[in-house]
């Protein structure tokens, strides 16, 4: 298994403003992604966290819009940039192991 | 583009009932198939993973696959209150990556 913390675990933003998402794993990992969760929806997936280099984005993900970074093995942030309200969701890092670890989530609202 | 689909529910039996859950995936070539748990509030938790035709089982879960049919399904036998939640259906595509494509959950509700 894997221990998995996110910081903050919820936040309320102001629009127009950003939010970075800490998540930190106990122990390195090569594979680490960030996933969104919309209300009553399901995940989907932003972006792999790449370790030493650019992220690898999906469709309809942007850099400009959700920059990353993974400074090693066992840390990556994820920022919200320029907030509106559409982006008021779940945030959730995931790790793999022997199969895919879910941190708890960062719910974040956006006024 | 890949899909997974689930009916979403809600789903509703009775305590001590088989509650039965169903997916569909659009990638032939998917190798790979998972159901998560989610309690509301909280993150997905693995709760089984398959990986070829036929049944797999784990206590009063049992997963089964069809990959002609590109089917998966989860039973839960004996249903209990604390298994009320959202179960997600996850399918990892063809081509080596270890990225999930996930339905868009079902949400089950065992009344006692």
């Known amino acids: 298994s894997a221990v998995i913390s996110q910081k903050p675990s919820r936040d309320i933003c102001q629009r127009g403003t950003s939010l970075t998402i800490q998540c930190q794993v106990d122990?390195?990992?090569?594979?680490m992604f960030w996933y969104r969760q919309q209300p009553g929806q399901s995940l989907t997936l932003i972006a792999t966290?790449?370790?030493?280099?650019?992220?690898?984005?999906e469709s309809g993900f942007v850099i400009d819009k959700f920059p990353i970074s993974r400074p090693n093995l066992t840390f990556s942030t994820l920022t919200v940039s320029n907030m509106s309200p559409e982006d008021s969701s779940i945030y959730l890092c995931?790790?793999?192991?022997?199969?895919?670890?879910f941190g708890p989530g960062t719910r974040l609202t956006v006024l | 583009q890949k899909e997974v689909e689930q009916n979403s529910g809600p789903l509703s039996v009775p305590e001590g009932a088989i509650a039965s859950l169903n997916c569909t995936y659009s990638?032939?070539?998917?190798?790979?198939f998972f159901w998560y748990r989610q309690y509301s509030g909280k993150s997905p938790e693995l709760i089984m993973s398959?990986?070829?035709?036929g049944d797999q089982e784990d206590g009063r879960f049992t997963a089964q696959l069809n990959k002609a049919s590109q089917y998966v399904s989860l039973l839960i036998r004996d249903s209990q209150p604390s298994d009320s939640a959202t179960y997600l259906c996850?399918?990892?595509?063809?081509?080596?990556?270890?990225?999930?494509?996930f339905g868009k959950g079902t949400k089950l509700t065992v009344n006692p």
């Open positions: 995931s790790v793999v192991r022997d199969t895919q670890y």
């Open positions: 122990s390195q990992v090569t594979m």
């Open positions: 966290a790449n370790q030493g280099s650019e992220a690898t984005y």
């Open positions: 990638d032939r070539g998917s190798q790979s």
């Open positions: 398959i990986y070829s035709n």
């Open positions: 996850a399918v990892k595509p063809q081509g080596g990556s270890e990225k999930l494509v």
